[in-house]
């Protein structure tokens, strides 16, 4: 009976939202309908011109609606330190955790030969260009610690070699407030590999 | 550094959806950009159509883009019985769990006189106009079970007696699959007093 109009439109495709179920769907809409219409118009806005307007930051490749993206616009970052994440949402991510005041290189993706996906899909030839340029003292490999973002991590080291720059890899281990009961096998066997002197 | 663009701003407008923190909205936004951005597209549309074209059912004054909404237009619903909820949500939640075939009147809001909203702020002009015509024999009071819903529905039981309706509250009891261990006593007082014979 329900589900036909436009109500129902707008809860199935609230549900494409990642995260969102029909329950959630159906909140949402009848906040955005009854609590907050200025707020939603502007979602509505904000969205439409995201998606028109947002494309790749030429030097980085992160998300951005500008030529050069906030980051790569900054003067007062370090461009002697590259920073080489899979997404978008790490250069996010990362930006606001840690205190890392180089520049990024966003690879769209990791090595994953069987998947068709090889150096030319992640943009290396853009990377290796940067890397040439002989600015970039040392290269932070932040890929995910996949097997697949683990290859691709050692296969960027490698050219990194070749233009003699430092490679380095974000260190694994135990996570800050983690208990060693609950940690895996892995994880635990990376803490101990990577161990640091205290005194 | 972050958070002043256009991706920034998404992400804000993400937020004031209800039971999304920055977290989520960080998600939905990448998810939005990169992965789905046809279904993203769609998604602006309708909430802008949405808020643009729903409106109130002139009948049971629920949202719907038509004058009338599908079930208020649906011949086959029965017009004897009323069901009277406190909003849009509620007919939306009680028509796909109940198998309830009669029509809504929806009240946005409930009697608080503290709050200023009496009987002329719950449309009870409308619904009393709708009980006089006649054709209602039972009226269902399926306000939510707060001081405020149980008042309200008793007001409304008095109103339909004066017009010789018979007038009805849903149960209140033990949730289904809920156990006595964890039900508050108000709760369980209201399952003891309306107990039904098995045999």
Redesign the interface.
Same mark, same amino acid.
């Given at each position: 009976? =329900?589900g036909? +109009? #436009? /109500?129902g $439109? #707008?809860i199935q495709?609230?549900c494409? /939202? @990642? +995260?969102?179920g029909s329950k959630?769907a $159906? *909140?949402?809409?009848? &906040? /955005? #309908? =009854?609590g907050?219409?200025q +707020?939603? *118009? &502007? /979602?509505?806005? %904000?969205? *439409? *011109?995201?998606?028109d307007?947002?494309g790749h930051c030429q030097q980085c490749r992160t #998300? %951005?609606? $500008?030529d050069l993206?906030?980051?790569c616009a900054?003067t007062a970052r370090d461009p002697s330190t590259l920073c080489v994440v899979e997404? @978008?949402?790490d250069v996010?991510?990362v930006?606001?955790a840690v205190v890392f005041k180089g520049l990024y290189y966003v690879l769209h993706g990791r090595l994953s030969p069987l998947d068709g996906i090889g150096p030319d899909e992640i943009g290396m030839e853009q990377l290796e260009q940067r890397l040439a340029q002989g600015l970039i003292k040392e290269i932070i490999l932040a890929t995910n610690s996949t097997v697949e973002g683990e290859a691709t991590a050692h296969f960027i080291a490698e050219v990194a070699k070749k233009y003699d720059i430092q490679a380095s890899r974000i260190a694994h281990g135990v996570p800050m407030g983690g208990e060693l009961e609950f940690t895996d096998s892995g994880t635990l066997s990376h803490a101990f590999d990577g161990r640091r002197r205290m005194m």
């Amino acid at each position: 009976m =329900q589900g036909k +109009g #436009l /109500l129902g $439109q #707008l809860i199935q495709n609230l549900c494409c /939202l @990642p +995260g969102v179920g029909s329950k959630s769907a $159906q *909140r949402m809409a009848f &906040h /955005l #309908l =009854q609590g907050d219409k200025q +707020g939603a *118009r &502007h /979602l509505a806005d %904000t969205i *439409r *011109r995201a998606i028109d307007e947002i494309g790749h930051c030429q030097q980085c490749r992160t #998300l %951005t609606e $500008q030529d050069l993206c906030e980051i790569c616009a900054h003067t007062a970052r370090d461009p002697s330190t590259l920073c080489v994440v899979e997404s @978008p949402a790490d250069v996010w991510v990362v930006d606001q955790a840690v205190v890392f005041k180089g520049l990024y290189y966003v690879l769209h993706g990791r090595l994953s030969p069987l998947d068709g996906i090889g150096p030319d899909e992640i943009g290396m030839e853009q990377l290796e260009q940067r890397l040439a340029q002989g600015l970039i003292k040392e290269i932070i490999l932040a890929t995910n610690s996949t097997v697949e973002g683990e290859a691709t991590a050692h296969f960027i080291a490698e050219v990194a070699k070749k233009y003699d720059i430092q490679a380095s890899r974000i260190a694994h281990g135990v996570p800050m407030g983690g208990e060693l009961e609950f940690t895996d096998s892995g994880t635990l066997s990376h803490a101990f590999d990577g161990r640091r002197r205290m005194m």
